[in-house]
């Protein structure tokens, strides 16, 4: 044993967790400190009594199902007696298995300690901590005990304070005093940032009372543009990390962030989270330090390591343990793997029974699944013994499931299942006692139960992380649902039960993850004017929490500013870091280095296509594949048939027919990372009459549902791309496919065809971002139905509708391509007509630099066979024309697709 851990095992222990009501302590030597926690259950009456005459200091803990002997220097413990499994020994565990068998057995310990009813603290009123006129912004006239400790930092105060809470001990309310601390008090503004967007609209419900005491609450999301002047004029900013961040990055708001006196963080532990953590990191990274203009007010989780992140923004740090209830975690304990369906059968068992134990006496229980499949077949489980007659709904029947669930309680969560938020619903007001869900559930939805049980410990094939268990089981007791007690199961094996304790234990710790995407980051503050030299760029990381946690290589910062000077986002001239304009825009619309660098290096592989058909499949299939949050979105398996049919007609659902359509593979058709985005974006290219009606729920067999996650991420790149085609960063086909692409998927709603890129951009650029939403369609329809196909009209009147005052209009027709003429000849090619614009001509691969001049040479060749010439003119503000094929981009190709019915109220009428 290392000495160590000898150490710390000094003390002679026997602790055990029992089920037996034959249990004795008879053959215990003097001297060992024995405890025990055993059910509360009657039958154990005799057992208490003969501890109690023993002397032995017992727990009698209800739902109490764990089996284990913890000793001085081991831990054994049993398979549950749940689920019909037969509690045989497991194998014993030493070191720090023992030790985290130790540790979990003083937690449920000290857990259950008996609380005297005169220790509760009251509630005090919140007039105690705040002046009484901002008890009108309070959800609440008194302050629970952890939000009563944290008041008076939060009010008193200024320096960073990082909070930490368990769940439901009401963060929420201590945001808010931070708020109005700096809003009321400071006559600033404030920032509230959360992690999801679902939880925008959640905090933004909640502060709906504030709007009505005349505060400015604006909510920055969407997939639109903000309302820059709402924005600007707002007191509080409820944000994303990502959209604040854009925020931070856009020249427009700069005057107005320097107002912001408080970021509140919610959820600040997601610092360690790998997708989301590296972005926050860098924005606190910013503003931590003493002598901030910015308070920084962190809310966070329970965190093992709350202290050394505390350090680091040099917070003070407020660790609150007040908890509204109280919350058992057990590990029921199933055999070893005996194959994969014996396995899932047991787990099934597991989690019927154990949602019978708490549904019997009036809990509710919610049951988290690896993937969908086990959201159905768990909850059908359930249903079936509940006397559902689910043997009779046939296995791809959702809608038969939902039904025969439904009647007996049972309601079903997952992505894109049509009826989650229906389910949702019902679960919250009681109408079903069982939530069956995947675990997209667990992150921040507030939905209480009594009992939380974690069925698998992978989510879609990937081992599930403690982070994610631990906010799952956070969901149970949740005093919202009037429970005082909750009990969180996390159903393992014998041979992952010592891994899992340990786990558990340990709790979840904050661990720097910027190292993942440091360009990115070193770009961003390059943009904001932050980093300017090598030295500025090292002094920067030692500023992040990676630094700060040991990691003081220098190296990492030296080569990502390099990786930015190859992919010409920098250039450094001496000690100087300039960006460039691609590195502007790659900050700006917040696209990753890294999978910019896959984008246009694969598309830089591809030979020049020869059409449209060509270029649009070709750009689908290199996004999908290189973007890894597009290649990343999994084909659900009931439509991987329907997603390989849509791939094989390319998009044209008209070709579809019986004999070409893909079938009968069903969970045989494999289908390949970046697949389902593929089949988007054909779609939405080929196929655009799929998506003119808001009542229509499926497209090409695929639900709309399943497709949206690609059209909500996929702009970004095709406009980053588009914008790319004024600088000559990427070969003009792709720019100029990219922006009609681009458009024609954020306005799917309106069914554009092929072309229609160029009038939905002036569209856009007449309503002004601010109005985006409700002016475009309504451009769009009139001027679709008057025959309009590009925006080539002669100047005059701005149409009706228009959103630009007379001078803006008149920039915005000169700013148009339509007065160019484009002329491709044998050795050169030649642009007359318009002014403003750049011109770029190409041979094969190859393109020539942007020229301002009238006649543009072709670049010489890099193959010999490469033939095909060809110009284009590319605008700033985003317009586009060019010889050949891509003059299909021109215009609306009327005879591809009728235009649609106009739904006219105004519109482009001179
Ligand atoms: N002072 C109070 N009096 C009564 N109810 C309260 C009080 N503070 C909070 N609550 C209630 O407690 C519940 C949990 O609050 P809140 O969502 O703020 O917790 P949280 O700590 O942010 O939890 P999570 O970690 O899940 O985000 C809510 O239903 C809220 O309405
Ligand atoms: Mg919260």
């Given at each position: 044993m290392p000495p160590a851990l000898a150490a710390l095992e000094s003390r002679p222990v026997w602790w055990c967790k029992t089920v037996?009501?034959?249990?004795?302590?008879?053959?215990v030597p003097a001297g060992v400190d024995v405890r025990v926690v055993l059910p509360?259950?009657?039958?154990f009456a005799d057992t208490r009594d003969r501890l109690r005459a023993a002397g032995v200091p017992f727990r009698a803990v209800r739902h109490w199902l764990e089996q284990e002997e913890v000793s001085t220097t081991t831990a054994t413990a049993w398979l549950s007696d749940v689920g019909g499994v037969v509690p045989e020994r497991c194998e014993s565990v030493v070191g720090e298995g023992a030790r985290a068998a130790r540790l979990a057995f003083e937690m449920v310990w000290d857990l259950h300690e008996p609380v005297p009813a005169d220790d509760v603290p009251d509630p005090v009123p919140v007039e105690r901590f705040v002046p009484a006129d901002w008890a009108r912004f309070l959800p609440f006239p008194v302050l629970n005990p952890a939000q009563a400790q944290a008041a008076p930092h939060l009010v008193d105060g200024d320096s960073h304070l990082l909070i930490t809470a368990p769940t439901g001990a009401g963060k929420t309310a201590m945001g808010m005093l931070a708020v109005l601390k700096a809003i009321l008090h400071e006559g600033r503004k404030a920032a509230w940032l959360v992690p999801q967007r679902s939880l925008t609209d959640e905090l933004d419900r909640e502060l709906e009372a504030w709007r009505d005491e005349g505060l400015r609450v604006e909510r920055l999301s969407g997939e639109y543009a903000v309302d820059v002047e709402a924005v600007k004029a707002a007191d509080l900013w409820v944000a994303t990390t990502e959209k604040f961040e854009a925020i931070c990055r856009a020249s427009s708001l700069q005057a107005a962030l320097g107002e912001v006196g408080c970021l509140v963080v919610d959820e600040i532990h997601l610092l360690g989270s790998p997708n989301r953590g590296a972005l926050l990191e860098a924005l606190l990274a910013r503003v931590r330090g003493i002598d901030s203009p910015v308070r920084i007010v962190g809310l966070s989780a329970t965190v093992s390591n709350a202290a050394e992140v505390a350090e680091w923004l040099e917070a003070d740090l407020v660790a609150t343990t007040w908890r509204p209830s109280k919350v058992t975690w057990q590990l029921p304990t199933i055999p070893a793997a005996s194959g994969f369906t014996a396995n899932n059968r047991l787990r099934e068992q597991v989690v019927i029974d154990l949602t019978h134990r708490h549904t019997a006496e009036g809990g509710s229980v919610l049951v988290f699944c690896g993937s969908k499949r086990n959201v159905r077949s768990t909850a059908m489980a359930i249903a079936a013994e509940r006397g559902a007659p689910v043997h009779t709904v046939a296995p791809d029947d959702i809608d038969g499931l939902t039904k025969a669930c439904a009647e007996v309680g049972v309601r079903l969560h997952y992505a894109d299942y049509e009826h989650k938020h229906a389910a949702e619903r019902a679960f919250r007001a009681r109408q079903a006692d069982v939530l069956v869900a995947t675990s997209t559930v667990a992150a921040g939805v507030n939905l209480p139960a009594r009992a939380v049980i974690v069925r698998d410990v992978s989510i879609g094939g990937e081992p599930i992380d403690t982070s994610t268990v631990l906010q799952m089981f956070g969901r149970a007791g949740r005093i919202g649902a009037g429970e005082t007690e909750g009990w969180s199961y996390l159903v393992v094996d014998e041979t992952q039960r010592a891994d899992w304790q340990t786990r558990l234990v340990a709790g979840y710790s904050v661990y720097s993850r910027i190292r993942d995407s440091l360009p990115d980051h070193v770009l961003a503050e390059v943009l904001q004017g932050r980093i300017g030299t090598m030295d500025d760029a090292q002094a920067w990381w030692v500023e992040t929490l990676a630094h700060a946690q040991g990691?003081?290589?220098?190296e990492p910062v030296q080569e990502a500013v390099t990786f930015l000077v190859d992919e010409g986002h920098l250039t450094m001239t001496g000690d100087r870091l300039d960006i460039t304009e691609l590195g502007r825009l790659t900050a700006r619309m917040m696209v990753s280095t890294h999978t910019g660098h896959r984008l246009r290096r694969t598309l830089g592989l591809l030979p020049v296509p020869h059409d449209p058909d060509e270029a649009e499949n070709a750009l689908s299939l290199v996004l999908s594949v290189a973007v890894r949050d597009l290649a990343g979105i999994p084909v659900p398996e009931p439509v991987r048939p329907a997603v390989a049919t849509v791939i094989k007609a390319g998009g044209k659902t008209s070709q579809i027919t019986n004999t070409t359509s893909v079938k009968g593979l069903g969970s045989q058709t494999s289908t390949a990372p970046g697949d389902l985005a593929w089949a988007a974006l054909l779609l939405a290219a080929r196929s655009p009459h799929l998506f003119d009606s808001p009542k229509r729920r499926v497209a090409g067999g695929i639900p709309l549902a399943t497709l949206h996650p690609v059209y909500e991420q996929a702009p970004r790149f095709l406009a980053w791309l588009a914008a790319q085609g004024v600088l000559g960063t990427v070969h003009p086909w792709i720019a100029v496919v990219a922006a009609d692409l681009d458009h024609r998927v954020r306005w799917r709603s309106l069914a554009p065809g092929r072309g229609a890129g160029r009038l939905l951009w002036m569209c856009e650029e007449m309503a002004t971002r601010a109005h985006l939403r409700d002016v475009v369609p309504d451009l769009w329809r009139s001027a679709v139905a008057r025959g309009v196909r590009a925006p080539d009209w002669p100047p005059g009147r701005s149409p009706a509708g228009c959103v630009l005052d007379h001078a803006g209009y008149t920039a915005l027709l000169r700013e148009r391509t339509t007065n160019h003429t484009l002329a491709a000849h044998a050795d050169n090619a030649t642009v007359t007509g318009g002014t403003g614009a750049t011109a770029i001509a190409w041979r094969g691969r190859t393109w020539s630099a942007p020229t301002t001049s009238a006649t543009v040479a072709y670049p010489?060749?890099?193959?010999?066979?490469?033939t095909e010439t060809g110009v284009a003119v590319f605008t700033r503000r985003g317009d586009y024309r060019a010889t050949g094929w891509l003059d299909a981009y021109t215009g609306i190709n009327t005879e591809d697709t009728p235009p649609p019915p106009a739904r006219t109220r105004r519109g482009l009428g001179r």
């Amino acid at each position: 044993m290392p000495p160590a851990l000898a150490a710390l095992e000094s003390r002679p222990v026997w602790w055990c967790k029992t089920v037996d009501p034959g249990f004795d302590v008879a053959a215990v030597p003097a001297g060992v400190d024995v405890r025990v926690v055993l059910p509360d259950l009657s039958e154990f009456a005799d057992t208490r009594d003969r501890l109690r005459a023993a002397g032995v200091p017992f727990r009698a803990v209800r739902h109490w199902l764990e089996q284990e002997e913890v000793s001085t220097t081991t831990a054994t413990a049993w398979l549950s007696d749940v689920g019909g499994v037969v509690p045989e020994r497991c194998e014993s565990v030493v070191g720090e298995g023992a030790r985290a068998a130790r540790l979990a057995f003083e937690m449920v310990w000290d857990l259950h300690e008996p609380v005297p009813a005169d220790d509760v603290p009251d509630p005090v009123p919140v007039e105690r901590f705040v002046p009484a006129d901002w008890a009108r912004f309070l959800p609440f006239p008194v302050l629970n005990p952890a939000q009563a400790q944290a008041a008076p930092h939060l009010v008193d105060g200024d320096s960073h304070l990082l909070i930490t809470a368990p769940t439901g001990a009401g963060k929420t309310a201590m945001g808010m005093l931070a708020v109005l601390k700096a809003i009321l008090h400071e006559g600033r503004k404030a920032a509230w940032l959360v992690p999801q967007r679902s939880l925008t609209d959640e905090l933004d419900r909640e502060l709906e009372a504030w709007r009505d005491e005349g505060l400015r609450v604006e909510r920055l999301s969407g997939e639109y543009a903000v309302d820059v002047e709402a924005v600007k004029a707002a007191d509080l900013w409820v944000a994303t990390t990502e959209k604040f961040e854009a925020i931070c990055r856009a020249s427009s708001l700069q005057a107005a962030l320097g107002e912001v006196g408080c970021l509140v963080v919610d959820e600040i532990h997601l610092l360690g989270s790998p997708n989301r953590g590296a972005l926050l990191e860098a924005l606190l990274a910013r503003v931590r330090g003493i002598d901030s203009p910015v308070r920084i007010v962190g809310l966070s989780a329970t965190v093992s390591n709350a202290a050394e992140v505390a350090e680091w923004l040099e917070a003070d740090l407020v660790a609150t343990t007040w908890r509204p209830s109280k919350v058992t975690w057990q590990l029921p304990t199933i055999p070893a793997a005996s194959g994969f369906t014996a396995n899932n059968r047991l787990r099934e068992q597991v989690v019927i029974d154990l949602t019978h134990r708490h549904t019997a006496e009036g809990g509710s229980v919610l049951v988290f699944c690896g993937s969908k499949r086990n959201v159905r077949s768990t909850a059908m489980a359930i249903a079936a013994e509940r006397g559902a007659p689910v043997h009779t709904v046939a296995p791809d029947d959702i809608d038969g499931l939902t039904k025969a669930c439904a009647e007996v309680g049972v309601r079903l969560h997952y992505a894109d299942y049509e009826h989650k938020h229906a389910a949702e619903r019902a679960f919250r007001a009681r109408q079903a006692d069982v939530l069956v869900a995947t675990s997209t559930v667990a992150a921040g939805v507030n939905l209480p139960a009594r009992a939380v049980i974690v069925r698998d410990v992978s989510i879609g094939g990937e081992p599930i992380d403690t982070s994610t268990v631990l906010q799952m089981f956070g969901r149970a007791g949740r005093i919202g649902a009037g429970e005082t007690e909750g009990w969180s199961y996390l159903v393992v094996d014998e041979t992952q039960r010592a891994d899992w304790q340990t786990r558990l234990v340990a709790g979840y710790s904050v661990y720097s993850r910027i190292r993942d995407s440091l360009p990115d980051h070193v770009l961003a503050e390059v943009l904001q004017g932050r980093i300017g030299t090598m030295d500025d760029a090292q002094a920067w990381w030692v500023e992040t929490l990676a630094h700060a946690q040991g990691d003081d290589d220098l190296e990492p910062v030296q080569e990502a500013v390099t990786f930015l000077v190859d992919e010409g986002h920098l250039t450094m001239t001496g000690d100087r870091l300039d960006i460039t304009e691609l590195g502007r825009l790659t900050a700006r619309m917040m696209v990753s280095t890294h999978t910019g660098h896959r984008l246009r290096r694969t598309l830089g592989l591809l030979p020049v296509p020869h059409d449209p058909d060509e270029a649009e499949n070709a750009l689908s299939l290199v996004l999908s594949v290189a973007v890894r949050d597009l290649a990343g979105i999994p084909v659900p398996e009931p439509v991987r048939p329907a997603v390989a049919t849509v791939i094989k007609a390319g998009g044209k659902t008209s070709q579809i027919t019986n004999t070409t359509s893909v079938k009968g593979l069903g969970s045989q058709t494999s289908t390949a990372p970046g697949d389902l985005a593929w089949a988007a974006l054909l779609l939405a290219a080929r196929s655009p009459h799929l998506f003119d009606s808001p009542k229509r729920r499926v497209a090409g067999g695929i639900p709309l549902a399943t497709l949206h996650p690609v059209y909500e991420q996929a702009p970004r790149f095709l406009a980053w791309l588009a914008a790319q085609g004024v600088l000559g960063t990427v070969h003009p086909w792709i720019a100029v496919v990219a922006a009609d692409l681009d458009h024609r998927v954020r306005w799917r709603s309106l069914a554009p065809g092929r072309g229609a890129g160029r009038l939905l951009w002036m569209c856009e650029e007449m309503a002004t971002r601010a109005h985006l939403r409700d002016v475009v369609p309504d451009l769009w329809r009139s001027a679709v139905a008057r025959g309009v196909r590009a925006p080539d009209w002669p100047p005059g009147r701005s149409p009706a509708g228009c959103v630009l005052d007379h001078a803006g209009y008149t920039a915005l027709l000169r700013e148009r391509t339509t007065n160019h003429t484009l002329a491709a000849h044998a050795d050169n090619a030649t642009v007359t007509g318009g002014t403003g614009a750049t011109a770029i001509a190409w041979r094969g691969r190859t393109w020539s630099a942007p020229t301002t001049s009238a006649t543009v040479a072709y670049p010489p060749s890099e193959d010999d066979d490469a033939t095909e010439t060809g110009v284009a003119v590319f605008t700033r503000r985003g317009d586009y024309r060019a010889t050949g094929w891509l003059d299909a981009y021109t215009g609306i190709n009327t005879e591809d697709t009728p235009p649609p019915p106009a739904r006219t109220r105004r519109g482009l009428g001179r």
